[in-house]
């Protein structure tokens, strides 16, 4: 389902070998925030989201810029559907909404950490987190 809050300014990023990976869509995004941002070629970069109070990884998903720019001005988490090619806010259908509390970008760049309170389940499966599936760890500390 696309956002209603299409974006208005913004250019293409010039395609090109030498020209340095940017957003693939029209932003609003501040350009002080886009200049530190690290992208995928496709303009993305991976989103860690979490409950705020309790540190619990909720999801992963990806934002463009202008993901990023609607989700810090409208406090509602907002991503890019790579097999949808098309923004979406967390919840729109399924009840399941993000109250953003806090974005942080990492010391590269090319990961944001996006503080939540989850309402409902994190997962489009219905769990509340998508981390719900353990696998099998041998150490060798745990040989000895």
Known sequence: MPASDAPVTGALAS?????????????RL???IAARLRRTPDGLVAAVVRQHDSGEVLMVAWM???ALHRTLTTGRATYW????????????????HQYVRSVALDCD?????ISVDQVGAACHTGHRTCFFTELPVSSPEARA
């Open 109 to 113: 760049g090319d990961a944001l950490l």
């Open 30 to 32: 501040d350009p002080a």
């Open 15 to 27: 395609p090109g070998p030498a020209a340095p990976p940017g957003p693939a869509r029209p932003t």
């Open 64 to 66: 463009d810029d202008e």
């Open 81 to 96: 559907s790579r097999s949808r090619q098309e923004y979406w806010v967390k919840g729109a259908t399924s009840g399941h």
